[in-house]
């Protein structure tokens, strides 16, 4: 009698259970798509925080001296391209990093006749003859970016801060000794920092992916050149424009 009770309980035990079933897998349903939602919005909250990018930028850059003796006879095109790393701390402040390849140069002439230092070698070249350098650098950028509210599609950055660069290849022209692509590493300090001060838009193309479009000018504030022996002890400086172009995910 006990044991027919209890097949009994079991039986009607099931039927509940195969009555309950289909609002059981609805509540696994919901729940799982629930648990989902939530690991899909924690990580999107993460993307919020960090931001990678990448870019190539057109640029354009000139010397500048502190002596009348050595001038800027001209500027030479460059380009630049690299990673970019944004970790924001809020909505709209970020600090902001990376690394990047800086192709640059610039023209210059002296006043007086000049002894210039290679490896193995020395040239003289004559007064108000131009030299013309074009160097590699590799760029850590360090700066701040701030950043508006998304209107629309877009908002808008600036983005300030400081530039190591080391020199990783130099090069000189000098037409007037029938010279090109001579070895610059005895004429040239191979550490270099200046500042940057950017600009521009970014444009949602949904999520978390944006195009960069913005303009760049780059001022390094160390002396580039060594100035050996008798050369015109100057501040040879470097100017840097470039016309930013990328995109974030």
């Known amino acids: 009698m006990a044991k027919q009770n209890f097949l009994t309980y079991i039986m009607l035990d099931m039927r509940y259970i195969k009555y309950q079933l289909p609002l059981l897998r609805k509540y696994f349903f919901a729940t799982f798509f629930l648990l ?33 003796e050595v001038e800027s006879d001209g500027a030479r095109p460059g380009f630049c391209f690299g990673l970019v790393f944004n970790r924001y701390f809020t909505h709209n ?32 070249v004559l007064a108000d003859k131009p030299v013309t350098y ?51 590493s005895e004429e040239l300090k191979m550490f270099n920092m200046g500042y940057h001060i950017t600009g521009g838009i970014e444009y949602s193309l949904g999520g978390s992916t944006a195009i960069i479009l913005g303009l760049n000018f780059d001022n390094n504030f160390l002396d580039i050149t060594k100035d050996n022996g008798v050369q015109p002890k100057d501040k040879l400086s470097q100017k840097i424009i470039s016309f930013k172009f990328g995109v974030n995910f």
């Open 134 to 184: 074009k160097i590699q650098y590799l760029v850590i950028p360090i700066g701040l970016k701030l950043q508006t509210n998304q209107i629309g599609y877009i908002s808008y950055f600036t983005d300030l801060g400081l530039d190591p660069k080391i020199v990783l290849n130099g090069k000189v022209d000098i037409p007037s000794l029938d010279l090109k692509g001579e070895n610059a």
């Open 93 to 124: 402040y970020s600090f902001s990093t990376g690394i990047s390849l800086l192709n640059a140069g610039g023209r210059v002439v002296s006043s007086s006749e000049t002894i210039m230092s290679f490896p193995n070698t020395t040239h003289t």
């Open 36 to 68: 989902i939602s939530g690991i899909s919005s924690g990580q999107q909250e993460k993307e919020r925080k960090i931001s990678l990018g990448i870019h190539a930028d057109p640029a354009v850059s000139w010397f500048s001296s502190d002596v009348k």
